[in-house]
Every structure is written in structure tokens, then in C-alpha cells.
């Protein structure tokens, strides 16, 4: 049976950025707080955790990248929420947002995890925010810790 590699999530030599979208502050704010409490968790010292934000799910592709490329980070976290209103908005802003963050991390090697909600309903958005290990922002912190350390040992 071949060996399955595996990134650990030991973050405690790792430098994460965490971008938050304000759209929708009161679900990305639950999102950041729970990416970096869990980037705490694994060993990220505050020190090498930088958090910015940005004011929308779109503006997150550009920043991501920018951090990305600047060899500053190992991993980059972005969280946001967009929530389905009675246009098509919804749909642009969903597709330009993961498709930028995609193309950023592609581009520039470094993991980018998407923390992204994209919901139907406020409630929804809500479920996924919450304190705890169901936050979306924490799960998006634990897979770009895994990342980053997978590709660091594929690396060497």
C-alpha cells in the first residue's frame, strides 16, 4: 500500500495572514475570530499572524495575492460571507471571489483557504459562524496550516 503524505497541523513555525470581508460584519467577524483562535490552537504565535480586512467578498482575490506573493507568509486564510439577495449580484460575487482566490494561490504557489460562506439565507450564514469547531473561519485556518506544512514537506 503507497504512503499517503500528509500536512501536519503543527503551525508553530508557520507565518499566517488572515484577510476578513466587513460585508456582512456581524458573520466575518465570527469567522475571523474563529480562524485565529484556531491558528492559536496549532501553535501560531500572534506574533506571525497578521490579520487585515477589506470591504468586500471581490477586493479579497487582490490582497490574497499580494500577500502571497510577497514571501511573507506560508499560508493565507481569507473569510467572508455573501448572502443571496433578489439579483444575480450574488453569483458574480461568488464566482469573482473564489475564482480570484484560486488564480492568487495558483499563481503564486501559496496556499490560499477559503473561508468563505456562501449562503441562501441569513440563517444559514449565521449556523456557519458560530463559536466552535463547526466555524467556517476555523476550518479554513486548519486547512491552511495543513497545506502550508504539506507543501513544505513536498518541498524539501
Do not use: W
Not at 453569483?91 to 483557504?113: K, Y
Amino acid at each position: 500500500m503507497t504512503d499517503v503524505s500528509r500536512g501536519s497541523l503543527d503551525g508553530s513555525d508557520l507565518k499566517i495572514a488572515v484577510i476578513q470581508s466587513r460585508f456582512n460584519e456581524s458573520v466575518t467577524e465570527s469567522l475571523l475570530q474563529g480562524a485565529l483562535e484556531a491558528l492559536e490552537e496549532m501553535g501560531v504565535g500572534k506574533e506571525r499572524m497578521q490579520a487585515c480586512s477589506v470591504p468586500g467578498a471581490v477586493e479579497l482575490p487582490l490582497v490574497a495575492k499580494r500577500l502571497a506573493a510577497s514571501g511573507a507568509f506560508d499560508a493565507i486564510v481569507v473569510v467572508g460571507a455573501v448572502i443571496r439577495g433578489e439579483t444575480s449580484h450574488y453569483d458574480h460575487v461568488c464566482s469573482m471571489a473564489a475564482d480570484g482566490c484560486r488564480q492568487a494561490s495558483l499563481d503564486t504557489g501559496v496556499p490560499i483557504a477559503f473561508g468563505v460562506l456562501t449562503c441562501d439565507t441569513a440563517d444559514q450564514a449565521f449556523a456557519r459562524c458560530a463559536p466552535g469547531k463547526a466555524n467556517k473561519g476555523r476550518e479554513a485556518a486548519c486547512v491552511a496550516v495543513e497545506l502550508a506544512n504539506l507543501l513544505r514537506e513536498k518541498k524539501a
